[in-house]
C-alpha cells in the first residue's frame, strides 16, 4: 500500500513510521529484526530503509603503493524492504539515491522494487562519498533528486530508459522526497530551497519526508511556508533522538541542523551519555506530543539503530 494511501485511509489520525539502517556487512538479517520486533508492538505503517552508497579506501600494499578499494558498508536496501514485507507483512520504502547510479541502473532497481511489490520510493540526491567534497553524479545519472522523481514519474506511466521498449508496462509508484526545514546545507537561502522541493513535487513527488528538527516551531513554519507555495501534499515529520553528549556536536555538523539552547544546556550538564539519553527522550516526548497534538500526518522516527529511545518515546505518547 502506498504511504499517501495509508495517511488517506487514516482520516487525521497521526501514524507512525520508522527509519532503519541496513545493517552492516557482515550481519545477518537477524540482528535487523531485534531493532525492529519491539517496535513492531505500535504497528508502524510502513518502515523506511536507508541507502549507503560505496565509499572508496585506500589499502596499503607490500610495495608501499596503495590501492583504491570500493566498499559499501551496508549493501542490502531491496533485500531488507522484501523481507520486512516478508516478515512483518509491513509496508517498506526503500531509499534510493542518484549518486552511484547510472539511469539505467536505477531504472533495473525499479523494476526489481515493482516485481517485489514494493509501492513506494524515496527519491534522494545523496550525498558526496566521504573523500569527495562535492556531490557529483555517476556520467550517465542524475544530477538532483527531482531528476529521479522525473525517471519514476515516467515509469510509472511505461516510459523506459531503454527506448526500444515501445509497449513497456506501468509501474505505480508512491514518490516520496526529502524536504529541509532548516534548509538544505547547499542551497543558497531557504527560498530558493523551497522552489526546488515545489519542482519536486511538480514533477511528480506525491509527499515529503523532513529532515530531523529538534525545535518544532521549524517545522511548522515550513510547513505553512509550503501551504503559501502551493505545496499541498503530506509534509511528514522526522523525528530523530539525542542519545549521547557527543551529538550536540555532531548533529549540527553532520546533518546541518540546530539543538535549541534549552535542550543544549540540559545536554550540557549531563555528566553521562545515560543522562543524555534521558534528556533526549524527554524532549522527543515533548515534539511528539506536540506533533500529535497539530495533527502531523505520520511521526516519522529514525532509528538509526538506536531503537529503545524510540521505544521509551512511543510507549509514553500512545
Ligand atoms: P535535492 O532535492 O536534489 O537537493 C540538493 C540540493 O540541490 C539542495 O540544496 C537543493 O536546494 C538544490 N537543488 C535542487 N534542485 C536544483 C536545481 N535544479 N538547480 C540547483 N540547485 C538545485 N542520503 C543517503 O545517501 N541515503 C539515504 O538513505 C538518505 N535518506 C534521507 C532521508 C531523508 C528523509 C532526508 C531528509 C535525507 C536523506 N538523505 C539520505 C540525505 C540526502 O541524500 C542529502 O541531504 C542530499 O544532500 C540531498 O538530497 P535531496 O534529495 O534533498 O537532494
Redesign the pocket.
Known sequence: MKVTEHIQAAKGKTLFSF?ILPPVKGKTIDSLFTVLDPLMEFNPSFI?V????SEQIYKKKVDGTFDRIDIRKRPGTVGICAAIMNHYKVDAVP?L???GFSKDETENALIDLNFLGIDNV??????SPKNEKY?SPDPNGHH???DLVKQIEKLNRGIYVEEEISDGGKTDFCIG????PEK????PNPD??LL??K??IEAGADYV???MFFDNTKYHEYVKKCRDLNINVPIIP?LKPVTSKRQLSVLPSMFHVDLPTDLATEIMKCKTDKDADKVGEDWLVEQAKDLLKSGAPVIHFYTLGKPQVVYNVMKRIM
Not at 122 to 127: F, I, K, N, W
Not at 177 to 180: D, E, I, S
Not at 184 to 187: G, I, L, V
Open positions: 527509519e523506511n536507508t541507502y549507503h552508497r531509499h539515491i542518484c549518486g524515496l527519491a534522494l540526491r545523496g550525498d556531490f538532483y533528486a527531482i522526497v526529502a524536504g529541509y538544505h546545507f547547499e542551497s530558493l530551497d526546488h522541493l519542482n519536486k519526508t523532513t529532515q522526522g
